[in-house]
T-cell receptor, first 114, second 113 residues
Framework: EPEVTQTPSHQVTQMGQEVILRCVPI?????FYWYRQILGQKVEFLVS????????KSEIFDDQFSVERPDGSNFTLKIRSTKLEDSAMYFC????????????FGQGTRLTVV | DQQVKQNSPSLSVQEGRISILNCDYT??????FLWYKKYPAEGPTFLIS?????DKNEDGRFTVFLNKSAKHLSLHIVPSQPGDSAVYFC????????????FGKGTKLTVNP
């Protein structure tokens, strides 16, 4: 069964460092997303990506964040200068249908900023 | 910003009985609703969805009911099994060009053997 895969599963980084979280969406999907879940809180939308550009982003997704689809399979989230409050589970998702319908999530990357 | 609310943080049921998970929403622009299941250390897994033009959708043991006038939806699991024990998230999207899913806080379901 096709699935969304994310690497690494856990990343520890020092405050101020750059991190890149990687995702391989389901191959025939057209819409790609990043969500995050801070411990004990809701799953929150960060950004959606369609046709090689950002289609929607939340207030959380400020200038410190960027996304890229460098080739036909990978989808990355970069945080330029990490802060303690960026510590969270980051989930990549993809959807083949109309955006805002069934999105399939990866297993997540736990980011710990120390 | 509590557009999607799951007011019960936890629910415990006996194996074989019905589990009913509830969700309320405030944004009348939401037109598509989804339920996800999440195990620890895994991502959310899509379970079932419903469009606002319907009031019921069924898939095996899972049925979602939508009451638009009350801005309320529920997920029924019959019969409940121990493997259903997980956190269940209600999510909604507004369509009209908005692509994001707005999640509730989740309800932890425990099915006891």
């Amino acid at each position: 069964e096709p699935e969304v895969t994310q690497t690494p599963s856990h990343q520890v980084t020092q405050m101020g460092q750059e991190v890149i979280l990687r995702c391989v969406p389901i191959s025939n999907h057209l819409y790609f997303y990043w969500y995050r879940q801070i411990l004990g809180q809701k799953v929150e939308f960060l950004v959606s990506f369609y046709n090689n550009e950002i289609s929607e982003k939340s207030e959380i997704f400020d200038d410190q964040f960027s996304v890229e689809r460098p080739d036909g399979s990978n989808f990355t989230l970069k945080i330029r200068s990490t802060k303690l409050e960026d510590s969270a589970m980051y989930f990549c998702a993809s959807s083949g249908l109309r955006a805002g319908t069934e999105a399939f999530f990866g297993q997540g990357t736990r980011l710990t900023v120390v | 910003d509590q557009q999607v609310k799951q007011n019960s943080p936890s629910l415990s049921v006996q194996e074989g009985r019905i589990s009913i998970l509830n969700c309320d929403y405030t944004n009348s622009m939401f037109d598509y609703f989804l339920w996800y299941k999440k195990y620890p250390a895994e991502g959310p897994t899509f379970l079932i969805s419903i469009s606002s033009i319907k009031d019921k959708n069924e898939d095996g043991r899972f049925t979602v009911f939508l009451n638009k006038s009350a801005k309320h939806l529920s997920l029924h699991i019959v019969p409940s099994q121990p493997g259903d024990s997980a956190v269940y998230f209600c999510a909604a999207s507004a369509g009209g060009g908005s692509e994001k899913l707005v999640f509730g806080k989740g309800t932890k379901l425990t099915v006891n053997p």
